[in-house]
């Protein structure tokens, strides 16, 4: 017999790392099991989730871990006091001789359950964008589309506050079950029904409040569909406090009541005539108030010197304009004198320079046959054709030979 299926006596006892190993195996043999209990303790360290689950009736509490890998796989809205169903595994810790349960997996139980598949909706819903489309509602609409209960209170309170606001006002009611089976399929049919009719402006779906369990009609995705798929605004309108629909999340608005939403969606007639008759009061102040205050501009123009005298500018001017004219003229005068000066100078220069003074002194100009001017006596041989200018005309001669002196 080996030495570790010997007996344990007196004589021959266990070491305790023996008995460990032991326990530890025959734990390890139970595998893995579903519970069902309450949690009563719920602590998160490292990561990781350290806690204890309480039996729902018999006082017997066992203690769990939930690793930092399984905790992302499990509901992040577990708490103390949630009741659970968990897939455990004994685990005995040999070091330290404690006994404690590995959690796989852990999920609600009954309408912790119910809560977790609408929780999960509701984030599949808001990732579509279905919960961010808020459209405002019409200020005076034609006609309200109402969905509800027959001879529900809820038909009544819409019915005589949105009257008593707006006494005009029109309904188009469409009756629908709003609790048991056939209420998510009656809702959905009626909002389809109200969206198709163009005179419709606005729906409200109303409900005149109940517990958790007949509110979740209002959370049917097929529902809440077709709520966000509608082309004509809709207000949610169930009549609750605490709980939240998905109807609530894709409705345009939100009503805390039926009266609420009768408040939100009709304007108050003796309200609105009230604001028109203040509006048309500042209206009637501020152009009051402009007309007296141009008036008063126009006067203080009118005072100033500028307008008070038609002739004023003419006759402030008139002595400067004249001045003016009396300078221009000496102006032009003494331009023309100095330019006549001048133009004799030049008229003088000119004459003095001129060749035909220089041959009224006596001079004269010889050119030779070929219009050449004389200029040396080399040029003149005897028997040369000349023709002389003169101051009065012009002369031909020939040259004559002369005896060399």
């Known amino acids: 017999m080996a030495a570790d299926d010997a007996p344990s006596t007196v004589d021959s006892p266990w070491p305790v790392a023996l008995l460990s190993s032991k326990i530890k195996g025959w734990i390890d043999r139970l595998g893995t099991a579903w519970v069902e209990g309450e949690i009563t303790q719920w602590g998160v360290s490292g990561g990781n989730v350290y806690g204890k689950l309480k039996d729902l009736e018999a006082d017997a509490t066992i203690s769990f871990t939930i690793w930092s890998s399984v905790r992302a796989k499990i509901p992040a809205d577990l708490k103390q006091g949630d009741r659970v169903v968990a897939a455990v595994k004994p685990n005995y810790w040999v070091k330290g001789g404690t006994l404690t349960m590995q959690v796989f997996e852990m999920r609600h139980v009954g309408l912790g359950d119910l809560l977790e598949r609408l929780e999960r909706l509701r984030q599949t819903l808001r990732a579509e964008g279905l919960f961010d489309r808020k459209r405002p509602l019409p200020f005076l609409p034609r006609c309200i589309g109402l969905i509800t209960g027959k001879d529900s209170d809820a038909e009544k309170d819409v019915l005589r506050n949105a009257q008593l606001r707006w ?3 029109r309904f188009r009611v469409v009756h629908a079950a709003v609790q048991g089976d ?3 399929g009656e809702v959905t049919s009626a909002i389809r029904l109200l969206d198709a009719d163009p005179e419709v402006d606005v729906m409200i779906v109303a409900r005149g409040g109940g517990d958790f369990q007949n509110l979740l009609v209002f959370s049917d995705e097929t529902l809440v569909r077709a709520a966000a798929a509608s082309g004509t605004p809709i207000v949610s309108a169930i009549g609750h406090e605490a709980d939240r629909p998905l109807l609530d999340e894709v409705a345009d608005l939100r009503a805390s009541t039926p009266t609420d939403a009768a408040k939100r969606v009709v304007p108050d007639v003796a309200e609105e005539l009230a604001r028109v008759q203040q ?8 152009v ?5 205050t141009e008036i008063d501009r126009i006067e203080a123009l009118r005072s100033r010197p500028a307008l008070s005298s038609a002739t004023w500018i003419v006759d402030s001017r008139a002595e400067e304009l004249g001045r003016y004219v009396s300078r221009s003229r000496d102006l032009v005068e003494r331009v023309l004198e100095r330019s006549t000066t001048r133009v004799g100078e030049l008229a003088g220069h000119l004459r003095a320079l001129s060749p035909q003074r220089t041959l009224a002194r006596g001079y004269a100009i010889a050119q030779l046959p070929d219009g050449r001017a004389l200029r040396s006596t080399a040029d003149a041989t005897p028997g040369t054709s000349l023709l002389l200018t003169v ?3 012009k002369v031909a001669t020939t040259v004559d030979p002369r005896p060399a002196s």
């Open 167 to 169: 006494p005009a006002v």
């Open 182 to 184: 056939r209420a998510a």
């Open 279 to 286: 509006a048309r009061a500042s209206v009637r102040l501020r």
């Open 288 to 292: 009051t108030q402009r007309i007296s």
């Open 391 to 393: 101051s009065d005309g």
